[in-house]
Nanobody, 124 residues
């Protein structure tokens, strides 16, 4: 059982930046792709970004391409999400997750373990 703890959320102004972190409790997480998703009130969970096991392959949701960057440090069992040029529509709870394979994955069904989420609020 892998436990994930997100941190770094909070309040930011539009145009600003935040950096989210997600620490995994087990070293096995480094063998799998990881991802970030978000969910705004009244909306379905949305794919944000994913990174493969080695960190060399990434993919992003259309709404965040060019603004967000996912990275990972396998020595620390941690994945990051650097969010720049934030918009009010980025306001949501952000979740990190561990995939069931080593390749990047964009579907929620491809993920086995989820964190509790961290709130990001962007004021305009």
């Amino acid at each position: 059982q892998v436990q994930l703890v997100e941190s770094g959320g909070g309040l930011a102004q539009a145009g600003g930046s935040l950096r989210l972190s997600c620490a995994a409790s087990e070293r096995t997480a480094r063998n799998y792709a990881m991802g970030w998703f978000r969910q705004a009130p009244g909306k379905e969970r949305e794919f944000v970004a994913t990174i493969n096991r080695g960190g060399g392959l990434t993919d992003y949701g259309d709404s965040v391409k060019g603004r967000f960057t996912i990275s990972r440090d396998n020595a620390k069992n941690t994945v990051y999400l650097q969010m720049n040029r934030l918009k009010s529509e980025d306001t949501a709870i952000y979740y990190c997750a561990v995939a069931t394979s080593a390749a990047p994955a964009t579907w929620t069904s491809s993920y086995a373990y989820w964190g509790q989420g961290t709130q990001v609020t962007v004021s305009s």
